[in-house]
T-cell receptor, first 111, second 114 residues
Framework: SQQGEEDPQALSIQEGENATMNCSYK?????LQWYRQNSGRGLVHLIL?????REKHSGRLRVTLDTSKKSSSLLITASRAADTASYFC???????????FGAGTRLFVKA | GAGVSQSPRYKVAKRGQDVALRCDPI?????LFWYQQALGQGPEFLTY????????KSGLPSDRFFAERPEGSVSTLKIQRTQQEDSAVYLC????????????FGDGTRLSIL
């Protein structure tokens, strides 16, 4: 498989708690993106962080990027039941056109 | 509708049959991607178009898979002589310009090969 790795594979938390997901990738990148996917639906873009950025915020989302470790994290603060979904990181194939997705973290937020 | 549209949503075919999956990207989007997603896994890249040009088809699993985008808008993914391992969700995505921009996904076609 050419996919990166995410951990944990699954995460179950209570509403109001924070959720942290991690992603590691293998090659140099131009940017890294996070997507969410509800069951039976397509992916929805959440946030894009460029290789020269270290942290980015969007609402309740905070993304960090460490290019020296080839890793990224997604933090969802004050989680809600509606955040229940699968979350994927995606990297570009630097110099190419391919987008490489991780295997995803399945987040379950209990009301 | 302003989103990416895929049809059919579900397709059941017998092993050996040919299938064609359609993708209508967001109007004006230059880039178009096809992915294959197995149950419980992330999307796996199949192919990429920039307008009508297929610039990367390195992810197509075999020569039974063929994709086209003849006028730079609608795209079709064709699978010939289907096999059971072709069963998966096939996702299409488009982005406004380049391949490293945010992608807008359709809801996919769930293909089942009996």
């Amino acid at each position: 498989s050419q996919q990166g790795e995410e951990d944990p594979q699954a995460l179950s938390i209570q509403e109001g708690e924070n959720a942290t997901m991690n992603c590691s990738y293998k090659t140099s990148i131009n940017n890294l993106q996070w997507y969410r996917q509800n069951s039976g639906r397509g992916l929805v873009h959440l946030i894009l962080i460029r290789s020269n950025e270290r942290e980015k915020h969007s609402g309740r989302l905070r993304v960090t990027l460490d290019t020296s470790k080839k890793s990224s994290s997604l933090l969802i603060t004050a989680s809600r039941a509606a955040d229940t979904a699968s979350y994927f990181c995606a990297t570009d194939d630097s110099g190419g056109f391919k987008t490489i997705f991780g295997a995803g973290t399945r987040l379950f937020v209990k009301a | 509708g302003a989103g990416v549209s895929q049809s059919p949503r579900y397709k059941v075919a017998k092993r050996g049959q040919d299938v064609a999956l359609r993708c209508d990207p967001i109007s004006g989007h230059v880039s178009l991607f096809w992915y294959q997603q197995a149950l419980g896994q992330g999307p796996e890249f199949l192919t990429y178009f920039q307008n009508e040009a297929q610039l990367d088809k390195s992810g197509l699993p075999s020569d039974r898979f063929f994709a086209e985008r003849p006028e730079g808008s609608v795209s079709t993914l064709k699978i010939q002589r289907t096999q059971q391992e072709d069963s998966a969700v096939y996702l299409c995505a488009s982005s406004l310009m380049y391949s490293n921009q945010p992608q807008h996904f359709g809801d996919g076609t769930r293909l089942s090969i009996l």
